[in-house]
């Protein structure tokens, strides 16, 4: 059944996969078993699939909400101290862009990779940005930014966080059109994707 | 939804043959009034009256004297009173069909679409096995056939490159090659009597007899005359031997401005199209009704070399090849596709052969060649195939209507998502992503997943992965082979000694 249920989420069949999460916890398999053995796995074949170029950005992304209605359907049955979520991350584009579709797919992407994800939206400043790490302690704080003239913000809250003494707690992740691996070095920022599938997948390797 | 199974590499079956996708052209621009045309149309009939033109066979001269064409038999000259042009063109077939092996991707020239061929016959490939660059063979041709019997803008062979191994019968050796690896019809270059015989013998085996060869003819020649205002003893006698066989046969000139025609682009095209006319009534008046069809392919010479060129700065000439042949009534082929570089993955390469490309549709010609060549016709690379490939998928699309019914329109999912939103999570997009980009050849990602691989590495390892794993799925049946191995064979023994 575990099978059925990578297969059907790599498929992004929602109702297949509620039905056959519910019927799993009611035959007594534990919560983070589903999750490690069908959800988790299942999400890694979308994403090599994307990376190969056979599965497309909407397909990952059914996939991805079909991630999330399981993982609603398990919470309730974690154990204590055992948490659905590879972690939290707090994403948002820029002050002075109010670009959001590349951050969005890259938020949902890392929702449907399990991450727990808070979306502040577009236009976000430094000091809101150091906010919000310091309400939810995330473990990765992404900023998004598609025009040259804003790209400079990304600096002023990295140094804000260092201000703050919150820099140490949180890896910075960076992306947008305009965003390159030099720029992101220059920065000193912790990760950087060149798309979508590519950030998720350094997401998961910065807080593995 | 279903995913999409991901095929490990090496798994799976290999290149599979994409089907024939010829250029739509039903629609194509009249670049010339029939009032411009006129003058051309006028001059080529008075040159051939007043002018006339050589015919070196003895046989031609004879049939052409019947009919009452004033022939000089001294000089082979024959001139060719109007009305004897006029009355024997229209006999001429204005189009016909050419048929395929199988019978699947027969050629309907009154179809609305343009069919394609690769360029030929070049004389020297880049060996995919081991980089030489050498003379062509009979066995490179077995291979590029097997690339053309897969490729979708192929829609019927010519031999892209010659069999330089074969002497004096490389010609029926080429259409061996053609037979024995792909199923689509075969545009041969047979020339000479004796040739032509044995052509017709391997084409009527193919056919299944010489009823069937006539009805549906899965073989034509193209057949050269020679500039200015020559037919040749080899060229026109095959042509005679395939009118009588109902084997279409296609004149083609390759007038060159200021060497062989006059230097200017209206003077060459009077004698280019005075040849193909006067080829053609010859081929009327052997066998009324027998499909023929011309090609005016008007070249350069490089007035400090004398190199020839194809493709000037100026090359305004190619529109009118198609509305002249069209205006005597005879179907066209095209020459669209070439180039002067001398190795592909250039810019000129490119250039060249795309700006030549997105002219065919407008050009309304039935049939053209070609794709796959650099150097002028004369280099066969198997990644230049591929590019050209691409690019002639660039220039269908091109061409191709917009659907505009109610759901590509998507109102209601336009009205779902509202301003601001996006598009990304809606099953309509889902539902038609993937016919949404066509990808090109230069929209390969590389395994880090950032970059776009370079198009020449990317046609080179498709046009391998064709090389070494594509076999045409209905090859020609042993008993066949034989016999064609046969003809081959009689005809080495009477010809090469």
């Known amino acids: 059944m575990k099978d059925q249920l990578k297969e059907a989420l790599i498929a992004g069949d929602a109702g297949t996969v509620n039905a056959l999460t519910e019927a799993l916890l009611a035959s007594g398999v534990p919560a983070r078993e589903i999750l490690d053995e069908a959800l988790l796995p299942g999400m890694e074949v979308v994403g090599e699939r994307m990376r190969s170029g056979d599965c497309f950005i909407p397909e990952v992304l059914l996939s991805a909400r079909t991630m999330q209605g399981a993982l609603d359907l398990l919470r309730p049955h974690m154990a204590a101290g055992e948490s659905t979520s590879a972690g939290t991350v707090v994403i948002g584009t820029v002050e002075g862009d109010l670009h959001d579709i590349g951050k969005n797919l890259v938020a949902m992407l890392l929702q449907g990779a399990g991450f727990t994800v808070v979306n502040l939206g577009t236009g976000v400043t430094s000091a809101q940005f150091v906010s919000a790490v310091r309400e939810h302690s995330p473990a990765i704080l992404g900023m998004s930014a598609l025009l040259t003239t804003t790209l400079p913000h990304m600096g002023e809250t990295i140094a804000a966080l260092k201000a703050a003494g919150l820099r140490e707690s949180v890896k910075v992740m960076v992306g947008g059109a305009p965003v390159t691996q030099s720029w992101a070095d220059e920065l000193g920022a912790d990760g950087y994707g060149a798309n979508a599938g590519l950030a998720v997948e350094r997401a998961k390797g910065l807080v593995g | ?497």
């Open chain 2, 1 to 497: 939804m279903t995913a999409v199974p991901k095929l490990e590499a090496g798994e799976g079956e290999g290149p599979q043959r994409q089907p024939v996708a010829p250029l739509r052209s039903d629609f194509a621009v009249r670049f010339h009034s029939e009032a411009q045309i006129e003058p051309l149309h006028e001059a080529t009939l008075a040159l051939l009256e007043r002018t006339g033109v050589k015919y070196q066979s003895a046989k031609a001269l004879a049939i052409l004297k019947k009919a009452g064409a004033k022939v000089d038999e001294g000089s082979d000259l024959v001139r060719l009173p109007r009305r004897l042009v006029e009355e024997t063109l229209a006999l001429a077939p204005r189009s016909f069909v050419l048929g395929s092996r199988d019978g699947a991707a027969d050629l309907d020239l009154a179809s609305g679409y343009t069919y394609g061929t690769t360029d030929g016959c070049g004389v020297e490939v880049v060996d995919w096995r081991t980089g030489e660059r050498r003379t062509s063979t009979k066995a490179d041709l077995a291979d590029i056939t097997r690339m053309q019997d897969c490729l979708g803008s192929i829609s019927f062979w010519w031999p892209t490159v010659s069999a330089g191994d074969c002497g004096e019968t490389a010609q029926l050796h080429e259409i061996e090659a053609g037979w024995n690896n792909t199923t689509k019809h075969l545009m041969g270059m047979v020339q000479g009597e004796k040739l032509a015989r044995h052509a017709v013998e391997m084409a009527a085996l193919v056919a299944g007899g010489a009823a069937e060869l006539r009805r549906r003819p899965v073989m034509s020649d193209l057949i050269g005359t020679v500039s200015p205002l020559v037919n040749d003893k080899d060229g026109i006698e095959a042509g005679l031997v395939f009118a009588e066989a109902g084997i279409p046969v296609c004149y083609v000139t390759m007038p060159n401005l200021g060497t062989t025609a006059p230097a200017t682009k209206a003077g060459a095209f009077v004698v280019g199209a005075a040849e193909i006319v006067s080829a053609a009534v010859l081929h009327e008046l052997a066998a009324p009704g027998a499909p023929v069809w011309g090609s005016i392919m008007q070249i350069y010479a490089d007035p400090r070399t004398a190199l020839t060129m194809t493709t000037p700065l100026d090359d305004r000439c190619r529109f009118l090849a198609t509305e002249l042949l069209h205006s005597f009534g005879l179907p066209a082929l095209g020459a669209f596709g070439g180039t002067d570089a001398e190795m592909p993955g250039t810019w000129q390469a490119g250039v060249e052969t795309m700006l030549q490309l997105l002219q065919v549709p407008l050009d309304g010609c039935e049939t053209y060649t070609g794709i796959g060549l650099a150097n002028t016709y004369n280099l066969f690379t198997p990644e230049k195939l591929v590019l050209d490939d691409d690019l002639y998928h660039r220039a269908r699309h091109a061409f191709l209507d917009i659907p505009m019914d109610e759901d590509a329109l998507a109102l209601g999912v336009i009205d779902a998502v509202g301003p601001g939103g996006h598009f990304l999570a809606q099953p309509h997009t889902r539902r038609h992503m993937r016919d949404a980009v066509a990808r090109a050849v230069t929209q390969e990602i590389d395994a880090d997943g950032q970059h776009y691989r370079d198009a020449l590495e990317v046609a080179r390892e498709r046009a391998l992965d064709i090389l070494r794993h594509y076999e045409p799925e209905q090859p020609l049946d042993d008993d066949a082979r034989r016999e064609l191995r046969r003809i081959v064979g009689d005809a080495d023994r009477e010809l090469r000694g």
